[in-house]
């Protein structure tokens, strides 16, 4: 008699389906066993490791060392939130919910919108995926990306794989999966170049201000790093509109 191939069963939960085919979302599959981590198993199909908070092998929680046995049942589960999961073995040394963040050159509009925020968001249009993985990793930083591959890298342990191609709906998902709601410190920050903003006397900055503004403007901040000058004009007002409008959501 021949004897059948190796097996394993997988399940992978909630939005961990976004990387799967439609024939292996939201239920369990059986794939051919190999030698090797659950790790490498996992990025196999396609599931950034930044993505996943705990993984059950045969109901045991496990690392992403975990050498995979022909049979286990292994069950995936993203980043935890709410659900507390302490006795259980997390798979990242601390919480993803930090908010310094690195995103890649894809997101630029992403990152002036998180600036305004207030979030403290590297952006540069020229970063390869070698110096985004070592800011992360160095910086400890939360890695956002279009490229689940950049994911996949040994040296990136917090990173999120932005689903919308839009940099509104983007933001939106951002801050619902980072739980970012209760952290907007919205002005702060240079849409431009992420530094701190801070008040300006209106004399010292009289020269580079439009016309219209050193009439019916008083208060003013400007960037520490490139000295972009700041005021609460129509545009503030819209964006302020928007902020609460996120806030409320």
Known sequence: MVESTPRV?????????????????????????????????????????TEIDLILANGRSVDFGYPVQAGDRISVYPVFEALDITPATRLRPRPLRCTRLVLDCH????????RMLGFDTL????????????????????????DRKLLMRKQVTRGYFVRSRRPREQLREVIRRLDLAHAFQPFTRCMVCNQL????????????????????????????????????GTHYQRMLGWIEKLTDE
């Open 107 to 114: 997101l630029g509009r992403l990152a002036a919108y998180l």
């Open 197 to 232: 903003l801070e008040p300006v006397e209106k004399s010292r900055v009289l020269d580079q201000l439009p016309p219209h503004v050193r009439i019916h403007q008083d208060r003013f901040w400007q960037c520490r790093g490139c000295g972009k000058i700041y005021w609460k």
């Open 9 to 49: 069963t997988l399940r992978f939960y909630q939005e961990l389906n976004d990387f799967l085919p439609p024939g292996r979302r939201q239920r369990d599959f059986h794939h051919p066993w190999q030698a090797g981590s659950v790790k490498d198993l996992v990025e196999s199909l396609g599931v950034p490791h």
């Open 123 to 146: 952006y540069r249009n020229d970063y390869d995926d070698a110096t985004l993985a070592e800011i992360s990793d160095r910086e400890q930083r939360i890695l956002l990306t279009c």
